[in-house]
């Protein structure tokens, strides 16, 4: 059995494994969410009990009646960060403290409970131990984490749901780009919103994603790889990149300065972005969060201020932006390639996150396993 201070996590492995040869078949080329390990985590919540029957058990298929609230009113959270085969030895997990907080705020803007920090990781704990042999080794792959919640109660009518599921499963995840980084091209929304004030937008819940489905296939039919979300007012102010946030690159060398559009309630406040905004005041770039509008991007992109531009978010780290297309016009970015300083935040990132480099802000947190 394994605890916290409010939950005792029941621990029940499955009785049929993956043979060794066989899982590093699957770690040898595992794509993105279509494998996952053995186990998974699953946690109670009742109005009247409040959390409980937390357990580790065989990943399988759920049951769920048709009357399930969240299958009517998509009352839903989830979070997405990654474990890493250390250079050294062992597993660590990339900043689970920054995501069981932003997964708590995630909670209470959907009238959902909030699960304790402690729980939240001692359920990543309790399952990297059952199944940390699916921490793949090969360079740039991991194991990425799905914590959800979702209203399980079994109702129609509208209301805060008073029986919650809390699930916690693991899938290993290949290099998002397997032939090298690759710059996108970005169709501007100006038809659609992801968020307005007041909204879910700082929230992490599939009703958000589901909503920018229409613009990703508006950005398609335009020939661009994603959609870059405008304000809901003006259609004017940049704010995010499908489900990435943006930053913005001016100057060069030692000199750049690096700007990320602030957060306003609107934006999702992603872990990757607060972590190179940190390494790049470490290199001993500039970094500040502000706002650029659609005009500014051109306009800084003609006279040369404005050198590079990327996305960045837990799946890829780090995505260049290579060209801008909207009903109004297109440009490109600096020479359309990955960008010098880009690149070198996505190498500081990833050396800390695979512990090949120091760990100054002690954002790994070092998982219980054992051989």
Request: glycine share 10%; hydrophobic share 40%; net charge negative.
């Amino acid at each position: 059995m394994s605890s916290t201070p409010t939950l005792t996590f029941e621990v029940n492995r499955s009785k049929v494994r993956t043979p060794a040869a066989e899982r590093e078949r699957l770690l040898a080329d595992p794509g993105f969410g279509r494998i996952f390990t053995e186990h998974m985590v699953r946690i109670s919540w009742t109005a009247d009990r409040g959390w409980h029957g937390a357990a580790l058990i065989p990943y399988a298929p759920l049951t769920l009646d048709p009357g399930t609230s969240v299958l009517h009113y998509a009352q839903a959270v989830f979070e997405g960060l990654k474990a890493f085969r250390q250079g050294g030895g062992g597993v660590a997990v990339f900043r689970p403290d920054r995501h069981a907080v932003r997964f708590r705020n995630s909670a209470r803007r959907l009238a959902l409970p909030e699960l304790p920090e402690e729980a939240f990781l001692e359920a990543i704990d309790v399952l990297l131990a059952a199944d940390h042999e699916w921490v793949p080794s090969a360079a740039e792959h991991s194991l990425y984490l799905r914590p959800m919640m979702f209203a399980s109660e079994v109702t129609l009518a509208v209301h805060p749901a008073v029986n919650v599921t809390f699930l916690l499963i693991a899938s290993p995840s290949g290099s998002y780009f397997p032939r090298g980084v690759k710059p996108v091209s970005v169709w501007l929304s100006e038809d659609f919103s992801r968020a307005a004030p007041g909204g879910t937008g700082e929230a992490k819940t599939g009703g958000n994603y589901a909503g920018g489905l229409l613009a990703q296939a508006q950005a398609s039919a335009q020939g661009c790889d994603q959609v870059v979300w405008l304000d809901s007012r003006d259609h004017r102010w940049i704010e995010e990149m499908g489900g990435m946030n943006l930053c913005f690159v001016y100057g060069r060398g030692n000199q750049a300065r690096l700007m990320t559009p602030a957060l306003t309630g609107t934006l999702l406040p992603g872990v990757t972005r607060d972590s190179l905004l940190t390494i790049g005041s470490d290199l001993g770039y500039a970094t500040e969060e502000g706002r650029i509008s659609v005009d500014e991007w051109r306009h800084g992109c003609e006279d040369g201020s404005l050198t590079e531009v990327f996305a960045c978010g837990t799946a890829a780290v780090i995505t260049p932006v290579a060209a801008v297309k909207s009903a109004r016009g297109a440009w490109t970015v600096g020479d359309g390639g990955a960008g010098e300083v880009s690149m070198r935040l996505r190498r500081a990132l990833i050396d800390i996150q695979r512990g090949a480099a120091l760990d100054p802000h002690e954002w790994l947190y070092h998982v219980r396993v054992s051989d």
